[in-house]
């Protein structure tokens, strides 16, 4: 495929991103199936790291070209960002990403912006923009505005350490699955095949770093289940809900599944283990992984917040609440996520999570266990709204989940990079 495609394509996923609110994922799955596995690996580069750089690229960019492109030419904007992070940041040689770039507005059918394409790759070059970064700190962190100011007022004095955390990359995270496989087996598997991995992690006892980029279905034991991708922060949340023989455990939020699977792996013999979702597709992949690592749970499609429409009566002894959030904590590993999101769905995320913890509550047996999780690193969503819960209910009582915690300040925030995982949220609460 030529680079000049590949280039086109990369605009066209921005701008889905950018100007339509499409999901980095979603705008991928359109495109990238015309490329080899390299040349997606690539497009994957570049794209992460216009996403990542995106403020500074636009500064330069409004250096360059005065007047903002408009309808159908504006594809020609994602597509000069990208052509300035390949001089600013790649190791693509300048020919190479001056003249695929402008080759790229062929594809796009936009012929007309060849000359300007090129005038403006060519001036950021002559003018040595490059080296011109900005001091701005809110420029430099590659965040929103909104996003910038929230994280500066919840992490003072962290938030160089929390920023920097938010552009690295991530490492891919297995999960064993302990009904198929012994940690040692797997490790011994993954050492015959030449894999680069961590095996030994604190604190995350069934969990394996992967130390190069590799495609999951090729390892050894895909097709039996004998592992699963999860970050190291979410595979906390099974051993901190601890379900027992016996037990009764609803998955508030299940989808895609991750904790419902990583629940019965630890615990084969619940009496039943529902996991709930509200999307009816998504709750279609918990039932692809359940039957990938040959496990089993009743999958209900249902309003969390609305129990009377899914649920039988019978309590539970068990609840994780995994709920909606931000997903601030995971940028790292989607940079999509800080341009889709919005500073007003903060408060309506907030207003949610409270209603699902609210609607499931009645629904724990007394001495049973509640574990609130999110994957975010906003206080909005977690410490506050975990402080306003224990305000409002008697009979709840924090169950510390490290041992910093106290209930002026509950729950146990994970922050991104923290042990290489991602930033995550976890406040337990037992009901008296
Ligand atoms: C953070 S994800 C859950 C991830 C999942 N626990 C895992 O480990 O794979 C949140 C999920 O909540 C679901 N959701 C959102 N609102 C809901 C509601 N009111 N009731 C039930 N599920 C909801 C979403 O569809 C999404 O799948």
């Not at 991928?28 to 995106?54: C, I, K, P």
């Not at 030994?200 to 390892?219: F, S, W």
């Not at 007394?366 to 410490?383: F, M, V």
Request: proline share 5%.
């Amino acid at each position: 495929m030529s680079g000049a495609r590949l280039r086109a394509d990369g605009a066209l996923a921005l701008f889905h991103v950018l100007e339509q609110g499409q999901s980095l994922r979603h705008s991928f799955a359109q495109v990238q199936a015309r490329h080899s596995e390299r040349d997606r690996a690539w497009l994957q580069e570049m794209v992460y790291g216009v996403l990542r750089n995106l403020p500074q690229l636009q500064l330069w960019l409004r250096q360059l070209v005065q007047k903002p492109l408009k309808s159908k030419q504006k594809v020609v904007e994602h597509l000069l960002l990208l052509g300035l992070y390949q001089l600013a940041y790649s190791r693509v040689s300048t020919h190479a990403a001056v003249a695929e770039t402008v080759g790229a507005c062929e594809k796009l059918k936009c012929n007309g912006l060849k000359g300007l394409v090129n005038a403006c790759l060519r001036n950021f070059l002559r003018q040595e923009l490059a080296k011109q970064l900005t001091e701005d700190p809110q420029i430099r962190s590659g965040l929103p505005k909104w996003l910038y100011q929230r994280l500066s007022e919840n992490y003072s004095t962290d938030l160089h350490k929390v920023v920097t955390a938010i552009n690295e990359r991530p490492p891919v995270w297995l999960r064993v699955n302990t009904q198929q496989v012994s940690k040692e087996a797997f490790c011994e598997a993954l050492s015959d095949h030449g894999i680069l991995f961590d095996g030994e992690v604190a604190q995350v006892p069934y969990g394996i770093i992967l130390r190069k980029g590799y495609d999951l279905t090729t390892l050894p034991g895909y097709q039996q289940g004998w592992f699963s991708a999860q970050d190291g922060a979410a595979q906390l949340a099974g051993p901190l809900l601890n379900a027992q023989a016996g037990d009764r455990v609803l998955d508030a939020c299940a989808a895609p599944g991750g904790k419902t699977c990583h629940i019965l792996e630890r615990q084969p013999k619940l009496s039943e283990c529902i996991a709930l979702d509200v999307d009816p597709q998504r709750l279609q992949v918990v039932a692809e992984n359940l039957t990938r690592l040959q496990l089993s749970a009743t999958l209900k499609q249902g309003d969390a917040a609305h129990p009377d429409s899914w649920w039988d009566g019978n309590p539970f002894d068990r609840i994780l609440l995994d709920a909606p959030c931000s997903a601030t904590g995971v940028i790292r590993r989607h940079p999509d996520i800080r341009w889709l999101r919005k500073d007003s769905d903060i408060g309506k995320l907030q207003a949610t999570q409270e209603h699902i913890l609210e609607a499931v509550w009645p629904l724990l047996k007394p001495g049973g266990t509640l574990l609130y999780a999110t994957c975010s690193i906003l206080a909005e969503e977690n410490r506050q709204q975990i402080q306003r819960f224990l305000r409002r209910h008697d009979d709840a009582q924090l169950s510390p989940v490290s041992s910093e915690e106290t209930p002026e300040n509950p729950g146990w925030q994970i922050l991104p990079g923290h042990m290489e995982m991602d930033g995550f949220y976890y406040a337990r609460l037992i009901k008296c």
